[in-house]
């Protein structure tokens, strides 16, 4: 669908289409890839979709554009919230130094990367390294009274635990992927600790199904009527308020956040004790706090409820803190909501890729990788070439294009990064 670039006196690009509908694009100085807009238009083209804001981060997504935020009222896109559902991230603020960190480094790394299982190997088997293979404690108990009970009743009508997987042992782990555990110093020289994660497996076979349900919907809607589909892309299937599946759908995505959220404060935890055991000091956390953005909820905008759903974007209402960081080799920043109703009150995730993961691939060289990633300790290994810094747009132009929907509380550059790799004998086949 054709559509034109229409320059404003605000801090956005109106994105108007042939069928009269618009998105908001916060793109200035972040150029767009002509997929995103296409994307765009058609998720426009469904007529329960009110309202659609793109991010600086913005790039083509499976059906639905990541770094997009989309006002729904009488039906939900699973694609507008993906697989990786609850994904987000955590940050803490120590009161310790950077230089007592001094010399700590690679004992830092080593104990994050020994306390908390990361990376997939024997495609995701019982010898998979991404998940615990004797399950701690405090994830035991997290599980049984947080998380276990209302997943049982999730799985008397949805299929999300094939193959009876034991969906606990991912509590508290990283996986592969952009995910990531860093250790960070602010301007101030303030030591800081970040994760990025979401709900695992279990999200993934979330969304996995309800996305698969959703098409068969539409199949069967289509079949009926002796007629094809009117979907502009099959992967904008969509559930109606109204059916069964939609509901269950909010039940089962609401637990995967719930899951994710918990995801994330265990590895903090693990990251918080690696820390003190590396340094050998002790130390207070002066601020944790937790943001989805891979997530729905229901928002009212300008006197009218809605569901909202932001895939690779976060919530930024007035005075929320949000976590934006940037790729493994750049700053990452703490923002502060303005409460923008342009943007339905939200803002980006982070850097955006501005490669996919087999151009990375194939233009960045390892010696690119070791180059930009001077002064962290991290993998220095092609494993990691698709999450190479060259591979992301810069994240100082992404939090310029938004100056209008948050501020900058602190700026974070890292000095460890842990990543997972997936070692499967087979995972450059699979899609990222």
């Not at 690009?13 to 767009?32: D, I, L, Q, R």
């Not at 800081?192 to 279990?202: E, F, N, T």
């Not at 269950?248 to 918080?272: G, P, S, T």
């Not at 009218?304 to 960081?325: C, E, H, Q, S, W």
């Amino acid at each position: 669908m054709k559509y034109t670039l229409i320059e404003t006196q605000n801090n956005y690009t109106v994105v108007s289409y042939e069928n009269g509908k618009m998105a908001k694009a916060w793109n200035k100085g972040v150029p767009f890839e002509d997929g995103v807009y296409a994307q765009a238009g058609n998720m426009l083209q469904l007529p329960f979709v009110k309202q659609l804001c793109l991010m600086p981060d913005s790039h083509v997504g499976m059906g639905s554009t990541v770094g997009s935020v989309i006002a729904m009222k009488g039906a939900v896109v699973p694609s507008a919230v993906g697989v990786d559902i609850g994904c987000g991230m955590r940050a803490a603020k120590t009161n310790l130094r950077a230089e007592d960190t001094k010399g700590f480094e690679k004992a830092i790394f080593g104990l994050i990367s020994k306390n908390v299982p990361h990376g997939r190997s024997d495609n995701g088997g019982d010898r998979d390294i991404g998940r615990w293979r004797s399950v701690p404690k405090k994830v035991l108990d997290t599980w049984r009274t947080e998380l276990v009970d209302e997943y049982k009743e999730i799985c008397e009508t949805v299929n999300i635990n094939r193959g009876n997987k034991v969906t606990y042992e991912h509590l508290g782990t990283l996986g592969t992927g952009n995910h990531f555990m860093e250790v960070c110093s602010d301007t101030d020289g303030v030591v800081w600790l970040m994760v990025h994660s979401g709900s695992r497996g279990v999200g993934a076979r979330t969304g996995g199904h309800f996305a698969r349900r959703a098409k068969e919907m539409i199949k069967e809607v289509s079949e009926m009527w002796h007629m094809k589909s009117m979907l502009p892309d099959p992967d904008l299937a969509y559930l109606p308020q109204g059916v069964d599946e939609y509901d269950q759908y909010l039940k089962a995505v609401k637990w995967c956040q719930l899951f994710a959220f918990h995801n994330r404060r265990i590895m903090m935890d693990n990251m918080i004790d690696s820390l003190a055991t590396a340094v050998d000091e002790a130390f207070d956390i002066e601020l944790n706090f937790d943001c989805h953005h891979n997530y729905i909820d229901w928002e009212n905008h300008r006197g009218v409820n809605m569901l909202v759903t932001r895939k690779g974007a976060i919530r930024a209402k007035d005075g929320d803190l949000g976590i934006i960081p940037g790729s493994m080799g750049q700053k990452s920043y703490i923002v502060e909501g303005k409460g923008n109703e342009e943007s339905l009150t939200s803002c980006s995730h982070g850097a955006g890729r501005k490669m996919s993961r087999g151009q990375a691939k194939r233009e960045i060289s390892l010696e690119d990788h070791i180059k930009d990633t001077n002064g962290v300790v991290c993998d220095k290994t092609a494993g990691v070439i698709d999450e190479s810094p060259q591979a992301y747009k810069s994240i100082d132009n992404v939090i310029a294009a938004e100056s209008d929907l948050v501020d900058v509380k602190y700026t974070l550059k890292q000095f460890v990064c842990v990543k997972g790799t997936d070692t499967s004998a087979n995972w450059k086949n699979k899609k990222k």
